[in-house]
């Protein structure tokens, strides 16, 4: 292949070339036969100033370009050496109009040649990459990055990814690159001669494609095969046997820890005697090896399989990409591991081969069809979780996932996990799947008495999402888009397609199904509408968010008569749409003659979903149970049917205790955060453990947190009870910048609401003298926590403003993070319907809801935000709570006696700031 490629790279005063932001720095890099032949840098001189936050992501200074020539004196030289390329950059979207503006300005043509986007191509073949940032390929790629956000170097790694990648299509089998090129004319990047060029010498050479299985016009990885035969039983390979050994792990850099040694031999005894128990494990432990390693041994002595749940997906990655691998150099016998998720989670083979045919109406599909293509050439799970995909493409998810329908594909990835965890010693799942499996008539995971449930302090919250409703105007929307009209392209036209193809009749069903599904979207518009309106008049709203609790049977007045006579008419309708979808089934069913795959059926399963859907919205509107709290949530500036319907039970204790603890002998639940000073009886009650006396015990982490962390309460900052939220915002602000200013380094800062969160970004940004540090805000920047997080992570004066999922989770050692804040003590809100219904609850049992409920709930927060600060024994750092109750009160005394051992300082602000860089 003898294309020309000239990699580019700039750094910028700013994001917007047409308002005057201009090129500091400009990097090229020339590949021709895969080899780098040419390079060209060059500061210049922006003849305006550069931002602060621009100088620390550069590392670029108003000297370094004061005696740089202007981008004119040189825009020939990039002229000329762009001329027969290719114009790479990675996002090309920034770096191209930068440069157009440039030369325009330079009175010199602008480039019209083709563009390669090397974020859009590492999407494309690197479909599992965690983030397409540019280091952070460079890491997954092992390129050497030196120096980051400057644009020489940059523009090298970038040329050095761009090879990579261009190797890695070229291995891609000849029928993957064959339906890319036929995608590729809908993508941002011009790859299409570039793929043709590739399949040309594809097939001068072609060769047998070992590693792939070919089904139905596209490639999938060839199951690797597993042998059954295990090494030969080692009688000797016993934990009692490791127990006693040397205290120590064969890994590299192993130090011993007492704690984790106490944890195994406790995990193995709860397993071993049938026996449940709590393990409170403290932060750097190495809790996941101290009950990988016990229940390895277990399952094998014992030949019977161990599960472990976990609540997110972030660890089950860490044990399988990390721990796993560790688990299996310590173990002297051969240990089978499987995933077991949820049928939804597994790509649907077939589904996804009627999807690659049909048209593509947005660049999110093209993408989304190039990277399954891509993907399905390396995974050998099917898992959809491995891939990342952008938010508009998840929009395609559920069509896409195995359902019930496809037990009859030859390609069927859930049954291989499944057959993989029958097969297996440990089978590692997530808690809604555990969930799932306890209620199911038929099992889902293979039988099993013995389990951990890591992360245990999330189990009652994922129950009450998992047992409760959820139905919202807009999720109903699109499914009805989705199946469309009879002249559409949705799942009804398919059918339709399919049913005159095949010359089957049914042109009346069809009539009237078109009918009663514009039936429902008017009847489900109006309801919508009116339970708005009705929440909106009996809730008045701080935040603009309305959140109005309701009990069916205490309704009244001629708005809820409505609401219950649309819901009725609905019903009606949706019952008759089934009613015909069953005849159009049984046609089919009846007349196909080939197999299923022949054509379109997606409009059986998405009547289905419409159906689950009315149902749960009948059922949140009419049922009674006194144990169910049920609440709309409508946005007052939002559109007038932008409603949801929310509902969750409010005790689970029973069903804990008859589901989980009495059918299983051992369940070993464990967490950073399980007690409240010292007592696990907030979680025993919570969870319905009372009756099962299960062995508690509180393991404290390794740290020496007297030496390494402080916590700091400055008393001048106004009481929250006591002040308007617009003054309090500005008074955080305030002292938020004071700290950053005095560390200069980086910090969180944790919130309860975002409403306080976003009134305090803007109080910060009004200062000038916080344009020296990087402001980041959850709500106000778009992106997920994992992003956010990796944004914050690349400057060294930053700061990260967080609501709900930064408080754990968010793993920050060493100088990544000094200071944590926490603005108020995280009571959940009084608006809050869940807590509101739990609390009358324990009222009426005669108890007291803040002591048994609001306090508890606060206090394992806390401890999951102070959890933040310290993560390895190097690490030194201030947690500074802004909230003065926390001395004030008499309550405070339950948080701080919650964390470990710890200096505590309360004076004014300004002299803690002494004392913290004094001690710093």
Not at 91 to 102: G, I, K, M, R
Not at 111 to 119: A, L, Q, Y
Not at 177 to 204: F, H, V
Not at 682 to 709: H, M, N, T, W
């Amino acid at each position: 292949m003898h294309e020309r490629f000239v990699v580019i790279d700039l750094e910028t005063t700013g994001n917007v070339p047409k308002k005057g932001d201009r090129i500091i720095q400009l990097g090229m890099v020339v590949v021709e036969n895969g080899k780098i032949v040419d390079r060209f840098s060059s500061f210049f001189n922006p003849d305006r100033t550069i931002p602060p936050f621009v100088q620390q992501l550069t590392n670029i200074s108003e000297q370094m370009v004061e005696n740089a020539p202007s981008f004119a004196e040189k825009a020939a030289k990039v002229v000329d050496m762009l001329q027969q390329s290719y114009f790479v950059a990675h996002n090309v979207s920034f770096d191209l109009p930068f440069l157009q503006e440039e030369l325009q300005m330079a009175g010199l043509p602008i480039f019209t040649g083709p563009t390669i986007d090397t974020v859009e191509l590492a999407r494309i073949v690197l479909p599992t990459a965690e983030s397409y940032k540019l280091g952070d390929l460079a890491k997954l790629l092992h390129i050497t990055h030196d120096q980051p956000h400057q644009a020489d170097s940059d523009a090298e790694v970038t040329a050095k990814l761009l090879m990579k990648l261009l190797d890695r299509l070229r291995q891609l089998p000849l029928i993957t690159l064959q339906q890319l090129k036929r995608l590729s004319p809908y993508l941002k990047s011009d790859l299409y001669s570039l793929l043709d060029g590739i399949i040309m010498e594809k097939m001068a050479t072609l060769a047998d494609e070992p590693p792939y299985v070919f089904y139905r016009g596209i490639a999938l990885k060839k199951p690797s095969s597993v042998s059954k035969k295990e090494k030969d039983r080692d009688q000797t390979a016993s934990f009692s046997a490791f127990y006693a050994g040397p205290h120590t792990l064969p890994l590299d850099h192993y130090e011993k820890r007492d704690g984790q040694w106490e944890m195994m031999k406790l995990v193995y005894e709860a397993l071993a005697t049938s026996q449940h128990a709590l393990i409170e494990a403290g932060t750097g432990l190495g809790k996941s090896l101290a009950y990988l390693i016990p229940s390895a041994f277990f399952a094998y002595e014992q030949q019977k399989r161990v599960v472990i749940s976990t609540h997110t997906l972030q660890l089950q990655q860490q044990l399988l990409e990390r721990d796993i691998p560790l688990l299996n150099k310590i173990v002297p016998f051969s240990l089978r591991v499987a995933v077991l998720k949820g049928k939804r989670n597994y790509l649907s083979v077939d589904k996804f081969i009627s999807f690659l045919r049909e048209p593509h109406p947005t660049y999110d599909v093209v993408l989304l069809k190039c990277q399954l293509l891509v993907w399905l050439t390396q995974t050998e799970t099917g898992d959809m979780d491995e891939l990342n995909i952008s938010s508009g493409a998840r929009l395609f998810w559920s069509s896409l996932s195995a359902d019930d329908e496809d037990g009859s594909s030859k390609y069927n990835f859930f049954m291989q996990a499944k057959q993989r965890a029958e097969e297996s010693h440990i089978i590692i799942t997530n808690h809604a799947f555990l969930l799932h499996d306890l209620i199911s008539s038929a099992p889902l995971l293979p039988s099993y008495d013995h389990m951990i449930i890591d992360e245990a302090h999330h189990l009652e919250e994922v129950a009450s999402h998992y047992f409760g409703e959820h139905v919202d105007y807009v999720s109903i929307r699109l499914l009805l888009t989705k199946i469309g009209k009879m002249n559409e392209n949705g799942s009804l036209a398919k059918l339709i397609k399919r049913f005159t193809e095949q010359n089957w009749h049914a042109e009346d069903a069809f009539l009237h199904c078109e009918r009663l599904l514009e039936e429902l979207q008017f009847e489900c518009d109006e309801l919508f509408r009116l339970l708005r309106r009705y929440a909106l008049e009996r809730k008045a709203s701080r935040s603009g968010r309305c959140r109005y609790r309701f009990a069916p049977e205490k309704e009244g007045g001629r708005q809820w008569s409505a609401v219950k006579e649309l819901c009725w008419r609905i019903r009606g309708h949706m019952a008759k749409l089934v009613e015909e979808t069953r005849r159009l089934q049984s046609i089919c069913t009846k007349e196909q003659t080939q197999s299923r795959q022949a054509g379109d059926y997606s409009y059986f399963s998405d009547i289905s979903a419409l159906q689950q859907r009315m149902e749960a919205l009948s059922d949140l509107l009419e049922s009674d149970d006194p144990m169910v709290v049920r609440w709309i949530e409508a946005e007052e500036k939002g559109a007038a049917n932008a409603t949801a319907l929310y509902s969750q039970p409010i005790q689970l204790d029973e069903f804990f205790a008859e589901r989980l603890f009495m059918v299983k002998k051992s369940v070993v639940l464990t967490s950073a955060t399980l007690t409240i000073g010292d007592s696990f009886s907030y979680i025993v009650s919570r969870l319905g453990l009372s009756d099962f006396y299960p062995l508690c015990r509180a393991i404290p982490s390794p740290f020496s947190y007297k030496e390494q962390a402080m916590v700091m309460i400055p008393t001048d900052l106004p009481s929250i009870s006591s002040t308007a939220l617009e003054t309090y915002a500005e008074a955080v602000a305030d002292g938020v910048g004071k700290i950053a200013r005095q560390i200069k380094g980086k910090m969180l800062v944790l919130f309860t609401s975002y409403e306080l969160l976003k009134l305090t970004a803007a109080a910060m940004k009004m200062e000038e003298r916080n344009e020296d540090f990087v402001l980041i805000a959850q709500g106000v920047q778009s992106g997920s926590a994992a992003k956010l997080t990796r944004t914050f992570q690349q400057f060294d004066h930053a700061i990260l403003f967080g609501t709900s999922n930064f408080w754990e989770g968010v793993d920050l050692p060493g100088d990544e993070l000094t200071i944590v804040v926490i603005v108020r003590l995280p009571f959940a809100p009084p608006d809050d319907p869940v807590m509101e219904a739990k609390s009358e609850h324990v009222r009426a049992k005669g108890g007291d809801p803040f002591y048994e409920l609001s306090l508890p709930e606060a206090v394992l927060r806390f401890k999951q935000g102070f959890g933040r600060l310290i993560r390895t024994e190097k690490d030194k750092g201030a947690l500074f709570v802004l909230d003065r109750r926390l001395t004030t009160a008499s309550y405070g005394k339950y948080f701080l006696n919650s964390l470990p051992s710890v200096h505590v300082c309360e004076d004014s602000l300004d002299r803690l700031l002494q004392k913290l860089k004094a001690w710093l």
